[in-house]
């Protein structure tokens, strides 16, 4: 691999304009630039993301015929199912319009396919079991159904009405659905997931038959879990519902995530690191290995002792899902070893038996270690694989897929994330084609790692107002990054080892100064090289005893060089 480039970001507009109409500090202003807010305006929106700042629902494509058509359903008792995806998403958004619709007067019936025997969508084994179990006369598909047409009109010919509420590409050709409620159609909401897309579904059922007792800031904690878990950029509304729900999740009026964060061991206040890796894999776990059942049954009960019960299954099957996953990863990586070169700019990679359940938190991990887009297929006895791929930024990895469709069984999903259906004959042919469309689309600059800095901070800088501003950011995440900040020509000033793993320095700079407490994970790990240093690092909040004090999070380091 090639060496870590450090590249100083510049700023986008001046950061003076913010400076003198926020009264913030210069640091924060360039932060602000940074995320592309050159108006006070816009920038005060960010710093203080508020309810009433959700736009108007109906503006979403499609909505206002769905919700017409659904409430119709209500008033005529009509059999209504709601179809939706095994993973936190998915099964969010099925909690939250099941939870919504039954408020509102009805009896719908969530469904969930099986990864292994049905796999995603709107499959034909997965509609003709939901078919024969419910006899749908609305089916609402949740988190799929955009690129379904086939299905769809098969369900329409059984006298079937169905609507869509999703959020994954369209193809060239719509589903004969009455409605299609998806921002990829042109609605300035591209950026939210499915559950997203149910909240405004069920703020728009609201809108027009308001229903005492139902507050939606309740659900908000709902909304964060499958937000983050999607890896969405939180911008936008999705700023606002992860904001609004963490702190919402604080005091969940649902039996099933309290029993959840308990079990998870975590405590306020949250952030959308403890959804990513503490929650979120738990509610995956199911879906991932077996059925998604039991985490929907979670989101769903009322009763504490069947949710500790339920809480404890998943966390057990997290961890399940975790040794999988790294045995799988293992694998995978001494194939990578053996296989990749520099010049290729994609990793393809195949296995027999690995299960299809955690091929995407496989593909992710590749893909990080080695800055490439990457695909990990397992493939079954019967000869067919089934494979999850993760990109990254210059190749969107759905449309890479589709000049390779005549390989694919089929394929889908995001410009970051597809899944792929493949015959174990077409793989020697897909793999020579992906990697060569790979490296058509990437340039060399593309393919050469980068570490992206955000700005240059003295030490003597940082203080607990430094800390203050900086969390006004939050909720940090895809689309809203932690800053990473760089400072010079730093010294330890002590330094010790913990778990004989990680280094925790009292860092100089230019050898004086107040020294600055810092920790580096991993980093007794690797050889240092001999100070003085430039360093990487994150800001981070160290309580102790009661005391708050402002920590940095070293994430890289390198021998100092002169500033240019």
Not at 95 to 112: K, S
Not at 525 to 547: K, M, V, Y
Request: net charge neutral; aromatic share 8%; hydrophobic share 45%.
């Amino acid at each position: 691999m090639s060496p870590v480039t450090w590249f100083l970001r510049p700023a986008l507009f001046s950061e003076h304009p913010l400076v003198e109409a926020l009264g913030c500090p210069p640091f924060l202003a360039r932060l602000l630039t940074l995320r592309g807010m050159s108006d006070p305006a816009d920038a005060r929106l960010f710093l203080d993301p508020r309810l009433k700042n959700l736009a108007d629902p109906f503006l979403l494509p499609g909505m206002r015929p769905a919700i017409e058509r659904l409430l119709q359903a209500i008033d005529r008792r009509e059999r209504i199912v709601l179809y939706g995806d095994y993973d936190v998403d998915g099964v969010t958004s099925l909690a939250l319009f099941t939870r919504i619709l039954r408020c509102l007067g009805a009896d719908p019936h969530p469904f969930l396919p099986l990864r292994m025997d049905e796999g995603y969508g709107l499959s034909p084994e997965g509609l003709a079991r939901c078919v024969a179990a419910h006899r749908p006369q609305l089916l609402l598909a949740l988190d799929c159904g955009t690129c379904s047409v086939t299905e769809i009109t098969n369900l329409r010919a059984q006298g079937v009405d169905v609507l869509v509420f999703d959020h994954h590409e369209s193809k060239a050709e719509q589903p004969p659905c009455l409605a299609l409620v998806n921002p990829k159609l042109g609605a300035d909401f591209h950026y939210l997931c499915s559950v997203g897309i149910v909240f405004k579904a069920c703020h728009a059922l609201l809108k027009l038959r308001p229903t005492p007792g139902v507050d939606l800031r309740e659900y908000l904690d709902i909304v964060a879990l499958g937000t983050v878990a999607d890896i969405v950029p939180l911008r936008g509304e999705n700023r606002i519902f992860v904001q609004r729900g963490l702190l919402q999740l604080e005091k969940s009026r649902w039996t099933g995530v309290r029993a959840l964060i308990e079990s998870a061991g975590i405590a306020p206040p949250f952030t959308p690191a403890d959804i990513g890796f503490k929650l979120g894999p738990r509610i995956n776990a199911a879906g991932r290995l077996a059925s998604a059942e039991q985490a929907l049954e979670l989101l769903l009960t009322d009763d504490h002792a069947r949710a500790r019960e339920l809480a404890a299954a998943l966390s057990e099957q997290n961890r399940e899902r975790q040794e999988v996953e790294q045995a799988i990863h293992l694998e995978a990586e001494a194939m990578v070893e053996r296989e990749f070169l520099p010049e290729h700019a994609a990793i393809i990679v195949a296995g027999d038996g690995w299960h299809p359940g955690v091929l995407g938190i496989v593909a992710s991990r590749l893909s990080k270690a080695y800055h490439r887009a990457t695909l990990v297929i397992g493939f079954d006895e019967t000869g067919l694989g089934k494979g999850s791929g993760r990109s990254i930024e210059g190749l969107s990895m759905v449309k890479a897929l589709a000049t390779c469709a005549e390989c694919l069984v089929k394929f889908g999903g995001h410009e970051m994330a597809a899944g792929l259906t493949i015959q174990r004959a077409r793989f020697p042919e897909f793999q020579s084609s992906f990697r060569s469309q790979a490296r058509a689309l990437l340039t060399d600059d593309q393919l050469r790692p980068r570490l992206y800095l955000d700005a240059e901070v003295p030490l003597a800088d940082l203080h607990f107002d430094f800390l203050t501003h900086h969390e006004t950011l939050q909720p940090f995440g895809i689309g809203n990054s932690q800053p990473l900040f760089l400072a010079r020509n730093v010294r330890p000033a002590e330094s010790r080892i913990l778990k004989e793993k990680h280094y925790r320095f009292m860092l100089l700079q230019n050898g004086g100064g107040r020294a600055q407490q810092a920790i580096y994970f991993g980093g007794a790990q690797r050889p240092l090289p001999d100070p003085p240093w430039d360093i990487a690092f994150l800001i981070a909040r160290n309580e102790f005893n009661g005391r708050v004090a402002l920590q940095l999070e070293i994430k890289a380091l390198r021998a100092a060089e002169a500033a240019p």
